[in-house]
């Protein structure tokens, strides 16, 4: 079932309340999900569940400033698309991920901004796009959320 923004929104809160951190490689961690780093070229990271498994796979060749959106975005799709194989559904299929992928980015996007709030991080005299390329948000992302947030 399809997810909003407010509802992505409220279940990131709900899941930094219960874990008591905004680091998505704790959260991966506290969550049960293996974090593997390999070298990758295509892909910057994906997530796997094999023989109920989770996995988060991020690529050694990414870029150290995206690693942390990275792990959130895969652990969007961990825990909002856990049913989901969205490696096999964007190489396999002709199945449109679009709406996948937002709700993913939209996850990602709201514990990267809880994570910074959190490390008293204020952004009222930023744009989204300042606050996306401060926290290795990629530039596609911000142009997809700008009207979302309209105000950090």
């Given at each position: 079932m399809p997810m909003n923004n407010t509802a992505i929104r409220q279940y990131v809160q709900e899941?930094?309340?219960?874990h008591n951190t905004c680091s998505p490689f704790q959260l991966a961690e506290l969550c049960g999900i293996q974090l593997v780093y390999?070298?990758?070229k295509s892909l910057q990271g994906y997530y796997?569940?094999?023989?109920r498994i989770k996995i988060i796979v991020i690529s050694t060749e990414a870029d150290d400033a995206h690693l942390g959106y990275i792990c959130a975005h895969e652990l969007g799709h961990a825990l909002l698309h856990d049913k989901i194989n969205m490696h096999?559904?964007?190489?396999?299929?002709?199945?449109p991920a679009g709406r996948y992928e937002r709700e993913a980015d939209v996850f990602a996007t709201e514990l990267m901004l809880a994570g910074s709030m959190e490390a008293g991080c204020h952004y009222e005299d930023f744009s989204i796009y300042d606050f996306m390329r401060s926290?290795?948000?990629p530039e596609k992302v911000a142009e997809a959320l700008s009207t979302y947030h309209?105000?950090?």
């Amino acid at each position: 079932m399809p997810m909003n923004n407010t509802a992505i929104r409220q279940y990131v809160q709900e899941l930094i309340e219960k874990h008591n951190t905004c680091s998505p490689f704790q959260l991966a961690e506290l969550c049960g999900i293996q974090l593997v780093y390999a070298p990758i070229k295509s892909l910057q990271g994906y997530y796997i569940k094999s023989s109920r498994i989770k996995i988060i796979v991020i690529s050694t060749e990414a870029d150290d400033a995206h690693l942390g959106y990275i792990c959130a975005h895969e652990l969007g799709h961990a825990l909002l698309h856990d049913k989901i194989n969205m490696h096999y559904l964007t190489t396999k299929s002709y199945f449109p991920a679009g709406r996948y992928e937002r709700e993913a980015d939209v996850f990602a996007t709201e514990l990267m901004l809880a994570g910074s709030m959190e490390a008293g991080c204020h952004y009222e005299d930023f744009s989204i796009y300042d606050f996306m390329r401060s926290n290795g948000i990629p530039e596609k992302v911000a142009e997809a959320l700008s009207t979302y947030h309209t105000n950090l």
